[in-house]
Nanobody, 121 residues
């Protein structure tokens, strides 16, 4: 069965850190572009980072210098490391896989269930 299991979300104070995990089963996640997206209430889903099959990474300007993405092929898992979190980072975060490098959700066809990240004091 092809699926993702996302974990690592939670409540954190401004300036804090979280690491999100996207563990895949039923397929090799490293064969695809894997992206992290987020969606805040009332807003469109936004791409924040993606990694290519070769391991190259792309980070959105809105989170550059604070977020990074990396992959552990042995665990078939992609991570999103989020540092210096701000209240505006509050959203549901999703991982997804696709066949092309893109921040557009339309280019991704397998999605995880999402994990809530709340940044608040």
């Amino acid at each position: 069965q092809v699926q993702f299991v996302e974990s690592g979300g939670g409540l954190v104070q401004p300036g804090g850190s979280l690491r999100l995990s996207c563990a895949a089963s039923g397929f090799n996640i490293y064969s695809y572009y894997t992206g992290w997206f987020r969606q805040a209430p009332g807003k469109q889903r936004e791409g924040v980072s993606y990694t290519s099959p070769s391991g190259a990474i792309t980070i959105a300007a809105s989170v550059k210098g604070r977020f990074t993405i990396f992959r552990d092929n042995s665990k078939n898992t992609v991570y999103l490391q989020m540092d210096n979190l701000k209240p505006e980072d509050t959203a549901v975060y999703y991982c997804a896989t696709g066949r092309r490098p893109s921040f557009s959700p339309d280019n991704y066809n397998k999605w995880g269930q999402g994990t809530q990240v709340t940044v608040s004091s």
